[in-house]
């Protein structure tokens, strides 16, 4: 004997099999989107990537600075060379090597007699670099008259002077005698034609002075 509850059990299974059917497939649908959206997330980073590596970074060349010109006082026209900061100082002072050839004669003499009267006196006059003097130079002179060294000597012989180039001349003098500085004293002339020698005692000629006439200047 067959039961009454039998033909209503299949309609039951066969709903049940459906739902089934569809969770699966919904879960693997799920599934495949989830891994498809994982690749195309992966594949988009790797692209950004991939353009922030590659792109080119701009290269901009090297400025020099600005120059500007030195400061320049009004009215005051640019020395070219001259050193910043102040004004061009004047060159030193030159000093000629080429000496001044004096020629005189003994007019007189007072005192012990070294030479005669009538005695020529023939000297070169040299001019020394001197820089603490305002002109930049003073005067070395050996004055030899009648074959006798009137004034000078080793290391002597120098004297504050001024030499003249047109017409050839020198002025100058050493008041000092040798018990002073070694050396008798001179008072040169050549513009007023006069030369005066004299020393003291402790000169090698002893106490004298010496006047002569200048005949020449070279």
Avoid at 34 to 51: F, H, I, K, N, P
Avoid at 86 to 100: F, I, K, M, N, W
């Amino acid at each position: 004997m067959v039961s009454p509850m039998e033909p209503s059990s299949r309609p039951t299974d066969d709903s049940d099999s459906k739902v089934l059917y569809f969770a699966i497939g919904c879960a693997v649908f799920l599934v495949v989107g989830l891994c498809a959206a994982s690749g195309l997330g992966v594949w988009y980073l790797t692209q950004r990537q991939e353009d922030v590596v590659t792109a080119p970074v701009p290269f901009e060349e090297p400025k020099p600075p600005p120059t500007q010109p030195p400061p320049t006082q009004p009215g005051r026209p640019i020395v070219p060379g001259a050193p910043p900061g102040g004004p061009t100082l004047p060159p030193p002072p030159s000093v000629p090597t080429a000496p001044r050839i004096v020629n005189a004669t003994v007019t007189a003499i007072d005192g012990s007699t070294p030479v005669n009267v009538g005695a020529t006196c023939n000297f070169n006059v040299r001019r020394q670099p001197r820089p603490d003097l305002p002109i930049g130079y003073w005067c070395n002179a050996q004055v030899v008259c009648g074959g006798k060294l009137l004034y000078g000597g080793p290391n002597s012989g120098y004297f504050p002077c001024t030499v003249g180039d047109s017409p050839p001349s020198v002025v100058g003098s050493d008041t000092m005698t040798t018990a002073e500085d070694t050396d008798a004293s001179i008072d040169l002339n050549t513009t007023a034609g006069t030369l005066t020698i004299r020393d003291d005692a402790n000169g090698v000629h002893g106490t004298y002075t010496l006047t002569a006439r200048i005949d020449r200047v070279l």
